[in-house]
């Protein structure tokens, strides 16, 4: 029996191949899991982008979100048997989930929540993990009191849409929220944001409300076009998190002064480094399932593509790369 899979072809590194391998054994840790859907992220954009600038001499496996069916455990695999449903994001580190089978270190993944279908499932992971990890070990809102502010830039992507209500659930703090258009802003408001903004001309959005400064800042996109109004508006002893790579240096004098930290996020350090707890991403992700089966948190599911080809993995590439996705886009298989 062999795998097939989509990957970045090393003689046009534009656009993706079809390739077959055997089938791989789990290693100690691992699961070989039958993969029933993936998502697609900036990062499979932004990493395909990097290997058509540099070449690549052998097929890329991309995709870091998928849910599906465990079929083989490695030897010193607890917790997981064959059979079981589960849902996880991956490691940048190993082939990617735009596959019908892959191996994944167990310890990163979680049960896929009961009352999701293949597709919903594999749209949460990646963002679930990074909004959980920037909210909570990051920038610690759950230990912030009821006169503490949160805003998140960039509320109705991926990340944002799952931030908003993790925030409104496990903290007390006042969450804002920035879209720039109606349909966003209703989305951001239809998932428990307290306020709404347009992120041009931050400050004075906020200014229009009240607002002069905020306690913590979630930077979801564009770090370098909002760092001005970030300095302006965060807090003194605020904190801000992003998750986006600055291209330009990042003036810091005005943190500085107000003796600010800024703090980064990047998902797949655990896995990358083989963090000693590393299994708490799968301890993240079971949390979120429970939340999801509660009805506490949705899908952030909003377009979905069938087949794995070729083709769709393509259009979901694209559809990604246009950047006016509310939420995320899911190739069922």
């Not at 949390?287 to 069938?306: E, R």
Request: aromatic letters at 6%.
């Amino acid at each position: 029996m062999s795998v097939k899979a989509i990957a970045v072809n090393p003689q046009e590194p534009a656009s993706f191949t079809t390739i077959e391998f055997p089938m791989p054994q789990p290693g100690p840790f691992d699961l070989l899991v039958e993969v029933k859907a993936v998502s697609i992220n900036p990062v499979d954009t932004k990493v395909h982008k990097g290997l058509q600038k540099n070449g690549l001499t052998q097929p890329r496996i991309l995709g870091w979100d998928a849910s599906g069916v465990v079929r083989a455990i490695g030897a010193q695999v607890n917790g997981f048997q064959a059979g079981d449903e589960v849902y996880y994001a991956g490691d940048i580190t190993r082939p990617g989930s735009n596959a019908t089978h892959q191996l994944i270190d167990a310890r990163i993944v979680g049960r896929k929540p009961a009352t999701l279908d293949w597709a919903a499932a594999a749209a949460l992971p990646l963002t679930a993990l990074t909004a959980w990890e920037g909210l909570f070990e990051r920038l610690n809102i759950q230990q912030a009191g009821a006169d503490k502010t949160l805003l998140i830039i960039g509320g109705a992507g991926g990340v944002g849409s799952l931030a908003i209500p993790f925030a409104k659930h496990n903290s007390k703090v006042k969450v804002i929220a920035t879209a720039s258009r109606q349909d966003s802003a209703q989305w951001c408001r239809d998932r428990g944001a307290d306020l709404v903004v347009n992120y041009h001309s931050l400050a004075e959005e906020l200014a229009k409300h009240g607002i002069n400064t905020v306690d913590y800042i979630f930077i979801l996109n564009d770090t370098d076009g909002h760092w001005p109004a970030v300095c302006q508006v965060i807090a003194p002893q605020g904190h801000i998190c992003t998750i986006v790579e600055n291209e330009q240096p990042l003036d810091q004098s005005v943190l500085k002064s107000k003796s600010a930290a800024l703090h980064w996020e990047f998902m797949y350090t655990r896995s990358m480094y083989q963090t000693p707890d590393m299994a708490r991403q799968g301890e993240i992700l079971n949390q979120v399932a429970q939340l999801v089966d509660k009805g506490i948190v949705d899908s952030t599911l909003s377009a979905t593509l069938q087949g794995l080809s070729v083709e769709s993995i393509s259009a979901a590439h694209q559809k990604v790369l246009e950047g006016h996705m509310r939420g995320k886009v899911v190739v069922v298989f």
